[in-house]
């Protein structure tokens, strides 16, 4: 799907209702899709709109005949609860050092959407992450959640995005970064992605203090960037600040 | 809703009561089996994890497990899987009228059943070709040129029948 195709999904910010209905129904893109589910976190008038639509609307899913699932689907689920179990026990036992585990973040990547998932929590609610360390960023592709690049922040000064795996950028295209707090009126370039595979180091002395929340994402613009000062190409990972002080 | 306390046996018994259920809307929406059991992995998963930040006052639980499940589809199917690609061009220059002409003569696929209650009175209202636009949507989780593909219907037509299928589906329900 073309990306005009994209920002006419989501281009009028303020038909909030017509937005949350086509969300809830199901017809918006994948970019689409992700831009609600971002900007849900944190517009409650949008929340409410989609709340109010999957009222309305829920009782429609009677009408898909039931289907059993396979009967080993309970043990794989629970197995997969169990492995939760186990993840957050060996946070809380005192594992500081994840952060730097590139293994991890690697093997996430292959994980999926549950384990990402997983991690996120375990981020938010209970980590003691090293002292200098304060924001992270899990950057994810929109269509299908999985985790693709990680942000540190380890001071005011610099960030460092970084690959967790490799992305095919076809030819005469290339990645852009982006950054956007909440108060902020449009996004910020924060350049292009030149090489494939390497730790990305960008000076972040000009911009704002990082702020909890603060909105990063990755679009697939021209070969020299966006012509313009913002995105113009779809967005290929996206992701928002969490603070792990 | 009990797995909101971290209740082990409360998701198993959600999962007894409702999976049939449940994976009886993923099939729909992402057609093949071992896909609509992934969905319902991951989504039993996601319940398990966001139980805590469930807010009863909002709405039933019920409600929310299945919106949980259908997003989880509709994530999966539009990563681009299915999706079709139609001249949009094309499809602008649209007699509105004519196409709901032709559409009324095709007959109906969807039966409504009148266990929809009063969302039930709220489609009927609706011209058919809108109201199954929208079914296609919701049901079986197709994108505006997937609808268009079905119903040979160009898609600035689909587009502009669920845009005002859901503006009247709005007002009658409130």
Known sequence: MSSAEDNKDIGDVNDIDGLAG??????????????????????????????????RLQPLTAL???????????????????????????????????????????????GGFATAALLLAVVVTRVAAPPATQYMVVLVAPENKSPGWVIQANSSRQLNLVPLGTFEVPPQKTLQFWTKADQWRGPVSLG????????????IDKLPPLEPNQLFELTLEPENGSPLDRPTGPIQFIGRAVKVM | MA????????LQQ??????????????????QRPQAEDVLHDAFISIWQRAESFNPALGEGRGWVYSVVRHAALNMVRNGARQVSLDEDAAVAVDDQASLAAYAEAGDPFELRADLGRLHGCLSGLEPARRDCILYAYVEGCSHGEIAERLQTPLGTVKAWIQ?????????MG
Not at chain 1, 71 to 86: A, F
Not at chain 1, 192 to 203: A, E, F, S, W
């Open chain 2, 3 to 10: 797995c909101a306390r971290g209740d082990r046996t409360a």
């Open chain 2, 14 to 31: 959600l999962y007894q009561r409702e999976s049939r259920y449940l994976m009886g809307v993923a099939m729909r929406i992402v057609r």
């Open chain 1, 22 to 55: 086509e969300y809830v129904l199901g017809t918006l893109s994948a970019t689409g899709r992700a831009a609600v589910e971002v900007r849900m976190r944190s517009e409650p008038a949008l929340r409410e709109a989609v709340r109010a639509w999957e009222a």
């Open chain 2, 164 to 172: 005002r299928g859901m503006r009247a589906l709005r007002e009658c």
């Open chain 1, 192 to 203: 292009l992605v030149k090489q494939q595979g390497q730790t990305l180091r960008i000076p």
């Open chain 1, 64 to 110: 898909a005949e039931p289907s059993e699932p396979s009967p080993w689907l309970w043990r794989r689920i629970e197995r997969s609860v169990d492995g939760l179990g186990k993840a957050s026990k060996a946070q809380a036992a005192g594992v500081a050092d994840w952060w730097n585990n590139l293994k991890l973040w690697r093997g996430l990547a292959a």
